[in-house]
């Protein structure tokens, strides 16, 4: 008996919700029968926490298959759509975070990782532009080293949740310059609108960098024909990139976003959290600036105080 298969993806999902209801036992034996296969042959993994992903990947993925029942032309699709993305992936550009990132894979890791320790700063995803090598930048300098933005005046404090302040916490912020590209993406060697920094002895910090403009991910390879197929945006939310260290406390990683941002919760990789949404104040050219600078121009400010759980927590 030959299958007619709807084109409509919603339709066709009915059309299987109804063979599911419906199933012919020869064929159902078949199929689950090759997922116990599968479950069966991680029996003697040694690795007690290996075997319960690998089981439950397994599972999972077997449950995808049996639900929505892809064309072997379909699969083969998705190999290649891997396979690209595997050519595409070197020490710069890394392909499979873009894809975990735009499935919310990601942030879903953060947050299963993160549980809302009461009080703390949340965390939020990393992103592929980190690098352990930024260049250090005094308390009060400018870390945009040239990048071209407008002026964004940062300052905050690093304490525990009991409130007791961070001296000598370590600071690095990364961001897009406003042609929306990270200096790694211009030049693997290229260091700029990036830096790191230490809290002085009330755990206070404060720093030039740029005001955060919406910029999209990384859109030429695979995954960007991806997001075109299914209709969405490759943009992000303009934010500022933070990860703070301190010893015996958790490290953060996070992002500072401004207030009445367009992309807000359109954000292409779901990072947006709304306590991490903080009010940039626009600063009208020749306002003096907190520490004399002369800016030419237009230039913004923001507070944004950060909290680290206890380490373990
Ligand atoms: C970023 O914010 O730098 C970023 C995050 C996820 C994917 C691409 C870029
Ligand atoms: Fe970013």
Redesign the pocket.
Known sequence: MSTQVNPDPAARTDVHRAVAREPDPEQEAVEAGLVDAVVASFDACRDPRLKELMVSLARHLHAFLRETRPTEDEWGAAIRFLTRAGRLTDDVRQEF??LS??LGA?TQTVNVNHTAHAGATEAT?????FVEDAPHVALGGDLSSGAPGEPCWVEGTVTGTDGTPLAGARIDV?E?DEDGR?DVQYDAARRAARGHLFTDGDGGYRFWALTPTPYP??DDGPVGQLLRAVGRSPL?AA?L?FRVAHEGARTLVT?LFPEGDPIGRDD??F?VKESLVKHFARQPAGTSTPDGRVVEGTWSRVRFDLVLAPAGA
């Open positions: 975070i873009l990132d735009v990601s995803v990393l992103g592929p532009f990364w897009a990270y991910i990384p992000r934010h990139h992002h292409s990789v990072g």
